[in-house]
């Protein structure tokens, strides 16, 4: 039987690579990666492949290229038009699959940070074990947040305290009075400028774990605008940007 692993990779230094995910790619014969098109493909298919250069002899694995389908965005029915395009790139793996894969193979895909937060990997291979006949496995890896959270020597969560992981798109929902401890991803975009409450702290970290890597935290109120711009000037440098952040309400003294 064919099967495929999902290899968490972590957010991008490669010190951040777990001793089971080398042992993972070693057992790999044919690798998956998969591209958008966009600027930022060159820095992202650059680490990947160097990952693989650096744990894998010449001639011991096989790399296949192949063109992510692009979701559009900006359209009212949200979860219909992710779940299309889910289908898309879950075909494109099942074509991998059938076409690249011997019966008995390995086949990787190398995931960023960890398979299991917000990451579609795993529910695409599900319903495509559903179509056509293989196995697959999970190899966890370090989340960004949990480099953030380390990166600014902190924990996640204080004592007695529950955390809420969510998504940019989703910020704009919440009241910030019923902010208390929140872990914003998927961004880029600022969604914390239209939050103003003096007693919210921010923990910010782009291109986190990487050389470009950068760090800003405070009272949010005050830094906000230092953030903005860190933003815009880190997009016109690199053309893209994947930060993630902490939202923390001040304790009462």
Known sequence: M???????IGPGNKDYLTIQAIETIKKVDVFLLLEK?????????????????NHLKPGAYRVVTKRMPVRKRGRPAYHEEVAKWRGEVADTIGEFIENDLRDGQNGGILVWGDPAL???????????????????????????????AARHKIPLNRISE???????????????????????????????????????????GGYLGSEDEILLSGRLKDIKEEIKKAIMEAKRRKGWIMDSYILRRRMNE
């Open 2 to 8: 064919k099967n495929i692993y999902l290899i968490g």
């Open 37 to 53: 098109g966009e600027r930022k493909d060159t820095d992202l298919l650059g680490l990947r492949k160097e990952i693989l250069e």
């Open 118 to 148: 917000y990451d579609g990997h795993l529910e695409m291979l599900r319903e495509l074990s559903r179509k056509i006949r293989f196995s697959y496995e999970a190899v966890p890896g370090i989340s960004s947040i949990q480099v953030l």
């Open 162 to 204: 529950p955390i809420l992981i969510t998504t940019a798109r989703h910020l704009k929902e919440y009241d910030p009075a019923e902010i208390k401890n929140m872990i914003v991803v998927l961004d880029s975009h600022a969604s914390f400028k239209n939050i103003d409450d003096d007693d919210i702290d921010i923990y910010w």
